[in-house]
């Protein structure tokens, strides 16, 4: 699990202690499922700036996030 340090705009930082995600991963805010955000990059060697892939207007600091350990996933093929 991770823990958000800052909201800026679209932009979160995320600290983790541990089991730390890969550039890319999709991170679940733990009080709003549907809120995700997608790594973009090493702030340092544990926290982490995110884009906010969802209207941020709920998320605040100290809330907690967790590692889904995979990246967006866009549905292709004749059935879309």
């Not at 679209?10 to 995600?21: G, K, R």
């Not at 969802?54 to 866009?74: C, D, Q």
Request: aromatic share 4%; hydrophobic share 40%.
């Amino acid at each position: 699990k991770g823990t958000i340090v800052t909201v800026l705009g679209q932009i979160a930082e995320v600290s983790f202690t541990d089991n730390l995600p890969a550039i890319h991963d999709v991170l679940l805010v733990e009080e709003h499922k549907n809120i995700q955000l997608e790594v973009w990059e090493s702030a340092s060697s544990s926290t982490f700036y995110c884009i906010v892939l969802s209207p941020e207007n709920k998320l605040k600091r100290g809330m907690k996030v967790i590692n889904t350990g995979a990246s967006i996933t866009i549905p292709t093929g004749d059935q879309v």
